[in-house]
Protein backbone atom coordinates (compact mmCIF):
# COMPACT_ATOMS: atom_id res chain seq x y z
CA UNK A 1 0.00 0.00 0.00
CA UNK A 2 1.21 3.82 -0.06
CA UNK A 3 2.21 3.96 -3.49
CA UNK A 4 2.55 7.17 -5.17
CA UNK A 5 3.28 7.58 -8.90
CA UNK A 6 5.30 10.72 -10.53
CA UNK A 7 4.69 11.04 -14.24
CA UNK A 8 6.89 11.90 -16.25
CA UNK A 9 10.38 10.58 -14.91
CA UNK A 10 12.46 12.44 -17.29
CA UNK A 11 11.99 15.25 -19.15
CA UNK A 12 14.39 17.29 -21.49
CA UNK A 13 13.65 20.15 -23.34
CA UNK A 14 14.15 23.98 -24.34
CA UNK A 15 14.78 27.08 -22.25
CA UNK A 16 11.36 29.23 -21.91
CA UNK A 17 9.20 25.79 -22.21
CA UNK A 18 7.27 25.13 -19.40
CA UNK A 19 6.69 21.41 -17.74
CA UNK A 20 4.21 19.81 -15.55
CA UNK A 21 4.74 17.40 -13.23
CA UNK A 22 2.30 15.01 -11.58
CA UNK A 23 1.85 13.24 -8.39
CA UNK A 24 -0.96 10.90 -7.71
CA UNK A 25 -1.50 8.92 -5.08
CA UNK A 26 -2.96 5.49 -6.27
CA UNK A 27 -4.25 3.44 -3.10
CA UNK A 28 -4.49 6.34 -0.37
CA UNK A 29 -6.39 10.01 -0.20
CA UNK A 30 -3.34 12.12 -0.06
CA UNK A 31 -4.83 15.29 1.94
CA UNK A 32 -1.22 16.57 2.09
CA UNK A 33 1.39 16.64 -0.49
CA UNK A 34 4.79 17.43 -0.40
CA UNK A 35 7.13 18.98 -3.64
CA UNK A 36 10.65 18.98 -3.38
CA UNK A 37 13.94 19.70 -5.47
CA UNK A 38 17.19 18.54 -5.22
CA UNK A 39 20.36 18.81 -6.74
CA UNK A 40 23.37 16.48 -7.35
CA UNK A 41 25.02 15.34 -3.98
CA UNK A 42 22.51 17.36 -1.99
CA UNK A 43 20.06 17.01 0.61
CA UNK A 44 16.22 17.23 -0.01
CA UNK A 45 14.98 20.61 -0.28
CA UNK A 46 11.19 21.26 0.21
CA UNK A 47 9.77 23.56 -2.02
CA UNK A 48 5.81 23.71 -1.17
CA UNK A 49 3.60 22.27 0.83
CA UNK A 50 -0.11 21.80 -0.47
CA UNK A 51 -3.31 20.46 0.70
CA UNK A 52 -6.44 19.68 -1.29
CA UNK A 53 -8.49 22.62 -2.13
CA UNK A 54 -6.50 25.21 -0.90
CA UNK A 55 -3.03 27.17 -2.15
CA UNK A 56 -0.34 25.60 -1.67
CA UNK A 57 2.13 27.00 1.01
CA UNK A 58 5.73 27.98 -0.36
CA UNK A 59 8.85 28.17 1.24
CA UNK A 60 10.90 30.91 1.58
CA UNK A 61 12.70 31.60 -2.15
CA UNK A 62 10.80 29.62 -3.83
CA UNK A 63 9.24 31.76 -6.17
CA UNK A 64 5.42 30.93 -6.86
CA UNK A 65 4.71 32.28 -9.98
CA UNK A 66 7.69 30.29 -11.11
CA UNK A 67 6.83 26.85 -9.60
CA UNK A 68 2.47 26.85 -9.90
CA UNK A 69 1.00 24.14 -7.64
CA UNK A 70 -2.63 22.29 -7.86
CA UNK A 71 -3.78 20.19 -5.58
CA UNK A 72 -7.08 19.80 -6.91
CA UNK A 73 -7.96 16.48 -6.04
CA UNK A 74 -7.30 14.22 -2.68
CA UNK A 75 -5.49 12.28 -5.27
CA UNK A 76 -3.76 14.65 -7.66
CA UNK A 77 -1.19 17.49 -7.09
CA UNK A 78 0.66 18.96 -9.98
CA UNK A 79 3.94 21.25 -10.11
CA UNK A 80 4.33 23.26 -13.48
CA UNK A 81 7.66 25.06 -13.68
CA UNK A 82 6.85 28.01 -15.78
CA UNK A 83 9.30 29.64 -18.74
CA UNK A 84 12.20 26.94 -17.44
CA UNK A 85 15.93 27.87 -17.50
CA UNK A 86 19.08 26.05 -17.29
CA UNK A 87 19.10 26.51 -13.63
CA UNK A 88 15.97 25.01 -12.92
CA UNK A 89 17.44 21.71 -14.00
CA UNK A 90 17.19 18.96 -11.14
CA UNK A 91 15.45 16.44 -9.53
CA UNK A 92 12.18 16.82 -8.85
CA UNK A 93 10.19 14.63 -5.80
CA UNK A 94 6.50 14.86 -4.43
CA UNK A 95 5.70 13.05 -1.49
CA UNK A 96 2.14 12.99 -0.31
CA UNK A 97 0.49 11.64 2.94
CA UNK A 98 -3.06 10.45 4.20
CA UNK A 99 -2.86 13.10 6.90
CA UNK A 100 -0.28 15.16 8.50
CA UNK A 101 -0.89 14.13 11.84
CA UNK A 102 -0.36 11.02 13.77
CA UNK A 103 3.02 10.70 12.57
CA UNK A 104 2.18 9.63 9.11
CA UNK A 105 5.00 8.32 7.02
CA UNK A 106 5.69 10.68 4.00
CA UNK A 107 5.70 8.41 0.89
CA UNK A 108 7.47 9.30 -2.33
CA UNK A 109 6.68 9.18 -5.95
CA UNK A 110 9.92 8.12 -8.20
CA UNK A 111 10.78 11.93 -9.00
CA UNK A 112 11.24 13.53 -12.38
CA UNK A 113 15.28 14.38 -13.83
CA UNK A 114 14.40 17.49 -15.50
CA UNK A 115 16.99 19.20 -18.04
CA UNK A 116 16.99 22.28 -19.58
CA UNK A 117 19.04 22.85 -22.85
CA UNK B 1 15.78 26.97 15.84
CA UNK B 2 15.25 23.73 13.97
CA UNK B 3 18.43 21.68 13.36
CA UNK B 4 18.87 17.79 12.49
CA UNK B 5 22.76 16.56 12.64
CA UNK B 6 23.76 13.40 11.37
CA UNK B 7 27.62 11.93 9.97
CA UNK B 8 28.08 12.95 6.45
CA UNK B 9 29.21 9.42 5.22
CA UNK B 10 30.30 6.00 6.84
CA UNK B 11 32.09 3.14 5.20
CA UNK B 12 30.79 -0.45 6.64
CA UNK B 13 32.49 -4.22 5.53
CA UNK B 14 29.74 -6.29 3.91
CA UNK B 15 28.03 -8.28 6.56
CA UNK B 16 29.00 -6.01 9.36
CA UNK B 17 26.95 -3.96 11.94
CA UNK B 18 26.69 0.05 10.94
CA UNK B 19 25.04 2.48 13.68
CA UNK B 20 23.90 5.80 11.81
CA UNK B 21 23.74 8.57 14.13
CA UNK B 22 20.84 11.72 14.40
CA UNK B 23 20.43 14.71 16.95
CA UNK B 24 17.82 16.81 16.45
CA UNK B 25 16.51 20.07 17.53
CA UNK B 26 12.86 20.33 16.41
CA UNK B 27 9.66 22.96 17.65
CA UNK B 28 7.84 20.53 19.09
CA UNK B 29 8.34 17.08 18.44
CA UNK B 30 5.93 14.50 16.76
CA UNK B 31 8.08 11.60 15.71
CA UNK B 32 11.45 10.61 13.96
CA UNK B 33 11.75 9.52 10.72
CA UNK B 34 14.36 7.23 8.95
CA UNK B 35 14.31 7.24 4.83
CA UNK B 36 16.71 5.39 2.41
CA UNK B 37 17.68 6.87 -0.61
CA UNK B 38 19.87 5.26 -3.27
CA UNK B 39 21.65 7.46 -5.94
CA UNK B 40 19.16 8.89 -7.90
CA UNK B 41 15.88 7.24 -6.90
CA UNK B 42 13.31 8.94 -4.58
CA UNK B 43 13.69 8.10 -0.63
CA UNK B 44 11.87 4.83 0.65
CA UNK B 45 10.02 4.99 4.03
CA UNK B 46 12.13 2.80 7.00
CA UNK B 47 10.97 3.88 10.12
CA UNK B 48 8.97 5.92 12.30
CA UNK B 49 9.43 6.40 16.24
CA UNK B 50 7.69 8.31 18.56
CA UNK B 51 8.07 6.29 21.74
CA UNK B 52 11.75 6.00 23.96
CA UNK B 53 13.16 2.84 22.98
CA UNK B 54 14.36 0.47 20.03
CA UNK B 55 12.03 -0.43 16.95
CA UNK B 56 12.81 -3.55 15.38
CA UNK B 57 11.91 -4.44 11.41
CA UNK B 58 14.37 -7.44 9.86
CA UNK B 59 17.96 -6.29 9.70
CA UNK B 60 17.21 -2.78 10.40
CA UNK B 61 16.15 -1.53 13.81
CA UNK B 62 16.00 2.61 15.03
CA UNK B 63 16.16 3.89 18.50
CA UNK B 64 14.96 7.10 19.52
CA UNK B 65 15.70 8.78 22.99
CA UNK B 66 13.57 12.08 23.45
CA UNK B 67 15.45 13.27 26.44
CA UNK B 68 18.51 13.45 25.02
CA UNK B 69 17.19 14.27 21.38
CA UNK B 70 18.84 11.42 19.83
CA UNK B 71 17.89 8.37 17.21
CA UNK B 72 20.07 6.01 15.70
CA UNK B 73 19.64 3.39 12.13
CA UNK B 74 21.23 0.19 13.22
CA UNK B 75 21.74 -2.09 10.02
CA UNK B 76 22.81 -5.44 10.69
CA UNK B 77 24.54 -8.09 8.47
CA UNK B 78 25.01 -5.41 5.62
CA UNK B 79 24.53 -6.44 1.74
CA UNK B 80 25.93 -4.38 -0.65
CA UNK B 81 22.64 -3.08 -1.76
CA UNK B 82 22.37 -0.96 1.72
CA UNK B 83 24.89 1.30 0.01
CA UNK B 84 22.50 4.42 -0.03
CA UNK B 85 21.88 8.00 1.54
CA UNK B 86 20.08 7.22 5.21
CA UNK B 87 18.00 10.68 5.64
CA UNK B 88 16.73 11.10 9.10
CA UNK B 89 13.92 13.50 9.54
CA UNK B 90 11.76 14.95 12.88
CA UNK B 91 8.54 16.02 13.11
CA UNK B 92 7.65 19.24 14.60
CA UNK B 93 4.77 20.64 16.05
CA UNK B 94 3.34 21.94 12.59
CA UNK B 95 3.72 18.62 11.77
CA UNK B 96 6.42 19.35 9.36
CA UNK B 97 9.42 17.10 8.64
CA UNK B 98 12.57 18.72 9.28
CA UNK B 99 15.10 16.88 7.23
CA UNK B 100 18.90 15.85 7.78
CA UNK B 101 21.31 16.34 4.83
CA UNK B 102 21.86 12.43 4.56
CA UNK B 103 24.02 10.05 5.08
CA UNK B 104 26.09 8.37 2.46
CA UNK B 105 26.70 4.65 4.12
CA UNK B 106 29.80 3.05 2.01
CA UNK B 107 29.48 -0.68 2.13
CA UNK B 108 32.55 -2.74 1.00
CA UNK B 109 33.27 -6.14 0.29
Known amino acids: GAVVSQHPSWVICKSGTSVKIECRSL??????MFWYRQFPKQSLMLMAT?????????EQGVEKDKFLINHASLTLSTLTVTSAHPEDSSFYIC?????????????FGDGTRLSIL | GQNIDQPTEMTATEGAIVQINCTYQ??????LFWYQQHAGEAPTFLSY??LDGLEEKGRFSSFLSRSKGYSYLLLKELQMKDSASYLC??????????WGAGTKLIIKP
Open chain 1, 95 to 107: SATPGARGGQPQH
Open chain 1, 27 to 32: DFQATT
Open chain 1, 50 to 58: SNEGSKATY
Open chain 2, 26 to 31: TSGFNG
Open chain 2, 49 to 50: NV
Open chain 2, 89 to 98: AGMDSNYQLI
